[in-house]
């Protein structure tokens, strides 16, 4: 009996399956290699050409001038300090906006057709073309609003609509996966339904919350195309005083700057790439601590 | 410590521990005035076993199964039914909560008891497409009209859930948050001293004592349950919810919730719901049989257990279902 047991488990048969199931293991783990090896060797070959490249652009004058017909005046401070008041304006409206109707729409509206629309609706918005976005903005902002052309205001503005979606879907998502159980428990002691959300899920889902907003936001500092339909791809030689003066953003600078014919704008193209991703990482990093920071366990 | 040990090794009919708070139970409920003598009528004196230090109890001179008469009841559900949609869970359900008593909910799963426990403070509130049908007082009053505001009433009315279920919070905050929504104390001392007596009342106070900052999420289970159940007492409730309670703790941590249900008694009428039928027997007076959404007898324990109007509840107290 218990050898013909042990002739099963260590019989030729045996021995020749458990080779074929580690050999499918290792082609597996390899494969696995090779999609990562391929992703980073794109990312890499990205980097090192930008560097090569851009690195001799990178100077003082650069990080502190603004546009220019010169290529050796022209500088990204004017662009980064676009960008940055424009995502300013798209993160206070378009975080509070998102996460309220997430929150809204998750724990007080009741279901029926109407929200079932706004829910279908929403995800639609998220898969919207960015430049259906600029459109919209076209019209409404600037020729239905009267706001000013090329401002980050206007920018800002376009871009929130954009994300929200995305921050309504992420949060909406975050808030469904507190556990129920929390819930149960603030509302025995006698929490009301606002205090269950303020105190108990809206601290536990902010962790999902951010991270679906870093998305979001990263997607806007990179976007370009609706931005150009708002005028934001004017030639402008000085930087922004405030979220209404014209102004432009880093990667229309790029769009602007790899158009030209002149040969010095080739070495800006790039180091206004760098200075770009570094924004990017920064900002990035900034949410990611942030998130890490208000995770927790239950 | 010693009273969940001792009994454990006993070889009384009764297979788990507290025999003596749950014959004692049975005593009080009969009537029997809690006198030395009462000891020698007792079915089954287990030796050793000395006499578990017990709220006083109050004195319940002709008390029939319904109730002390010229007592109100705490709680009182009035042919309740419970509809999830077209389902029918609960159906025409009456009972009586007492002041100082245990009443305990049983029954195979899936019959309705944590359904019903859950009118009670109306937590089925919150489940979409629940409906509740019936008359539900708590001190006379009606627990679904207008008047009774439902954060007052789950105040008044406390829970605790089969899962333990701590805020992922200090052991301090999980504590002093009832108090703290209830504006129940103005300043930091007063919260830390309800907070304190909370503790000290569900049996935890010694072991979380030093680490009150320290997550509640981090305890073991059975002290995460009792953590719970600490911040169920806080507010000052006068009815206490348990729905499962022990199930999910391992023995030991089930005999301390138990001892503390029974130290809790005569301060907060408690309605327990429970699979355990020993459990049922050792902390309640009062049992109520639930099968298939039907209440099939309810009454004092030691008659459910002993001697059972209905074949139904003879035969689930016996193993034959459930």
Known sequence: MSSAALS???????????SKRYAAERRFKLLGLLAVGLSVAFLAFLLVTMLARGLGGLSATFLSGSDSTDPALAGVWG???GSFLTILVTIALAFPIGVLSAVYLEEFARRNRWTDLIEVSINNLAAVPSIIFGLLGLAVFLNVLHLPRSAPLVGGLTLALMTMPVIVIAGRNAIKSVPPSIRDAALGVGASKMQVVFHHVLPLALPGILTGTIIGMARALGETAPLLMIGMRAFIAAPPQGITDPATVLPVQIFLWSDEVSRGFVEKTSAAIIVLLVFMLLMNGIAIYLRNRFERRW | MTQEKQPITTNSAVPFPSTAVAAEAARDDAGIAKEDTAWTDRP????????????????????????????????????????????????DVSIQIHEDRVTAFIGPSGCGKSTFLRCFNRMNDTISGARVTGRIELDGEDINSAQMDVVHLRARVGMVFQKPNPFPKSIFENVAYGPRIHGL?????????????????????DEVKDRLAESGTALSGGQQQRLCIARAIA???????????????DPIATAKIEE???????????????????QAARVSQRTAFFHLGELI?????????????????QDYITGRYG
Do not use: C
């Open chain 2, 260 to 278: 503390l249900i029974h130290e809790l008694r005569g301060r907060y009428a408690i309605a327990i719901v429970t699979h355990n039928m020993q």
């Open chain 2, 297 to 313: 007898e309810y009454g004092r324990t030691s008659d459910i257990f002993t001697n059972p109007r209905e074949e139904r509840t």
């Open chain 1, 8 to 18: 099963r488990w260590s019989g030729n048969e045996m021995q020749r399956r458990v």
């Open chain 2, 44 to 91: 089954e004196p287990a030796a050793g076993l000395a006499p578990i230090t017990v709220a006083a109890p109050t004195p319940e001179p002709q008390d029939t199964a319904e109730g002390a008469p010229g007592r109100a009841p705490k709680m009182r559900a009035d042919s309740i039914s419970v509809f999830y949609g077209e389902k029918q869970a609960l159906k």
């Open chain 2, 185 to 205: 104390a103005d300043k930091k001392a007063d919260l830390e001293g309800i907070v304190e007596k909370s503790l000290k009342r569900a049996g935890l106070w």
């Open chain 1, 79 to 81: 662009a980064l300090k």
């Open chain 2, 235 to 249: 507010v000052d409730p006068e009815v206490i919810l348990m729905d499962e309670p022990a199930s999910a703790l």
